[in-house]
């Protein structure tokens, strides 16, 4: 059963503090002031602020998520959607650069590696490549630093293994080796 459409309105801090889940399923309230911004609603969650825009060249929406309700402000949820909509415009892939963020977090974290995550981070596509790409940052941080590493986008599939990752740069990892070392 299609959901109804909710129109846009006039979004105020009040108003987002009235949304309530609908037993009928999710919706968007849109907001007149930004367009594409709103606020998203499931039946079991807290309410967020999303954006809906399309990448240039695209025909169907990318949603991006600005935050929780109780977490920004709705001053803060426009600037913010204003700033992510421009870069939409101008072709950045807003939620790989929110990934790509995470990632030098968790590298911060984890190894204790302060990174720049447009170009210290190594982007993976998979669990073998993250391994892969952990070992080689480990064993050769220069070797991925500056670089993104996607394991196996380049690769010919008759080259593709389970014991050996190849990357673009030229690096082979054979994890059989590297496991048979420790």
């Known amino acids: 059963m299609p959901k109804p459409k909710r129109n846009p309105i006039m979004l105020t801090d009040a108003k987002v503090r009235a949304l309530h889940p609908d037993p009928a399923g999710e919706f968007v309230q849109g907001d007149l002031a930004v367009p594409g911004f709103g606020v998203r609603v499931r039946p ?17 929406p990318t949603r991006i998520t600005i935050g929780r309700i109780t977490d920004v402000s709705l001053a803060d949820a426009r600037d913010r959607a204003r700033e992510a909509s421009k870069a939409v415009r101008q072709g950045v892939d807003v939620n790989a650069e929110k990934r790509r963020d995470a990632l030098a977090r968790k590298y911060a974290e984890w190894y204790g ?3 720049n995550s447009e170009t210290d981070v190594t982007v993976t596509c998979g669990a ?26 380049a690769v010919p599939r008759s080259r593709r293994s389970s014991d050996a990752t190849s990357c673009p740069n030229g690096v082979i990892i054979d994890l059989m080796s590297c496991g048979a070392a420790t």
Do not use: F, H, W
Request: hydrophobic share 40%.
């Open 44 to 60: 079991s969650g807290t309410p967020v602020y999303v954006l809906a825009k399309r990448m240039p060249g695209d025909t169907k």
């Open 113 to 115: 590696m302060t990174v």
């Open 128 to 153: 073998t490549e993250a391994m892969a790409a952990a070992l080689l940052a480990i064993v050769d941080p220069s070797a991925t630093s500056g670089r993104n590493a996607q394991c196996y986008g």
